[in-house]
């Protein structure tokens, strides 16, 4: 099992830059995929970008690619996401989330996930 900790959420002006951090409980993280996913109010919670176990396969939504990168240091039990040119639209509250997968493997739905976070907000004004 494994509790998940978020933080760095806040606000920003557009174009402006943040970086998430999820911490992780535990000694195997390093066999557990990594996923952050976001959740605007009145919408269902999407796939953000999702991270394998030892961070050589990395994906992520269109809507974010070319402006956010998903990382991970295993020796300090921490998944990264840093965002940078931030837009309104990506005003959500932010959760990662993990779950013990074979190698290589990235999950998008969030139904895959047994472990969540508490979340962080991002608020991005115009």
């Known amino acids: 099992q494994v509790q998940l900790v978020e933080s760095g959420g806040g606000l920003v002006q557009a174009g402006g830059s943040l970086r998430l951090s999820c911490v992780a409980s535990g000694r195997t993280f390093d066999t557990y995929v990594v996923g952050w996913f976001r959740q605007a109010p009145g919408k269902e919670r999407e796939f953000v970008a999702g991270?394998?176990?030892?961070?050589?396969?990395?994906d992520c939504a269109d809507s974010v690619k070319g402006r956010f990168t998903i990382s991970r240091e295993n020796a300090e039990n921490t998944v990264y996401l840093q965002m940078n040119s931030l837009k309104p639209e990506d005003t959500a509250v932010y959760y990662c989330?993990?779950?013990?997968?074979?190698?290589?493997?990235?999950?998008?739905?969030?139904?895959?996930?047994?472990?969540w976070g508490q979340g962080t907000q991002v608020t991005v004004s115009s």
């Open positions: 991270i394998s176990r030892t961070g050589l396969s990395k």
């Open positions: 989330a993990a779950d013990i997968s074979p190698p290589g493997w990235i999950l998008r739905g969030p139904g895959s996930y047994d472990y």
